[in-house]
């Protein structure tokens, strides 16, 4: 059975500090992993996706990695901003002939201060 | 990014009553779609897969006669919570896949009183 650990689980930063979020699974025969934001109360905005067979993706100030083998993912948030503060999910998917359900962490609660 | 709408975004309802929350994806088919829960505090989980044209997918220790799916077409799939308690006050969020990458309604927040 999946399951999908994030460290920390709550992080507070003064604005224009840069951050890494981590993000681990036991199983790593994952076909996909996604990093989500969710501001509260609300739904989940998509941030990166990174397929098993890359390393990286970039968006922005957002740098995300993956080390498949070892079960470990990174989100980097490059000088970060109030507006960054939400709640940071990291998902795993596993292929399947019928879409994919996602193994989410119970993500980081992130606060950026001015 | 593809777009998934869900209806209502907020319910409050008595106990003993349904509730039905409504997936749409809006400008792409899918013929999978996900149903979600989260309580406070704690991560999401799949509670059941819907299949448009066949019977849903139930998660192990979800009770399919409670929370019946409906996926009557490429873009709509419904989920009602019968004879609602309490204890299934929660936020719940559907998603749709795109290619290989999940896009997520703007969830529902159900309060059964």
């Known amino acids: 059975k999946q399951e999908v650990t994030q460290i920390p689980a709550a992080l507070s930063v003064p604005e224009g500090e840069n951050l890494v979020l981590n993000c681990s699974f036991t199983d790593s025969a994952i076909y996909n992993l996604q990093w989500f934001r969710q501001d509260p109360g609300k739904g989940l905005t998509s941030l990166l996706l990174i397929q098993s067979s890359q390393r990286e993706q970039t968006s922005g100030r957002l740098n995300a990695s993956l080390d498949k083998s070892s079960g470990r993912s990174t989100l980097y948030i490059a000088a970060s901003q109030p507006g960054d503060s939400a709640t940071y999910l990291c998902a795993v998917s596993h292929n399947s002939n019928s879409g994919y359900a996602l193994n989410f962490g119970k993500g980081t609660s992130l606060l950026v201060t001015p | 990014g593809a777009v998934v709408s869900q209806h209502p975004s907020r319910v409050i309802c008595k106990s003993g009553t349904s509730v039905k929350i409504e997936c749409r994806s809006l400008?792409?088919?899918?013929?999978?779609m996900f149903w979600y829960r989260q309580f406070p505090k704690q991560s999401l989980m799949l509670m059941a897969t819907?299949?448009?044209?066949?019977?849903?997918?139930?998660e192990q220790g979800v009770e399919k006669d409670k929370f019946l799916i409906n996926h009557a077409s490429l873009t709509l799939s419904t989920l009602t919570v019968t004879s609602a308690h309490p204890e299934d006050s929660s936020f719940y969020i559907c998603?749709?896949?795109?290619?290989?990458?999940?896009?997520f309604g703007q969830g529902t927040r159900l309060t059964v009183v």
């Open positions: 998603s749709a896949s795109w290619g290989a990458e999940a896009f």
């Open positions: 400008d792409f088919q899918a013929t999978t």
């Open positions: 819907s299949n448009e044209g066949s019977k849903a997918t139930y």
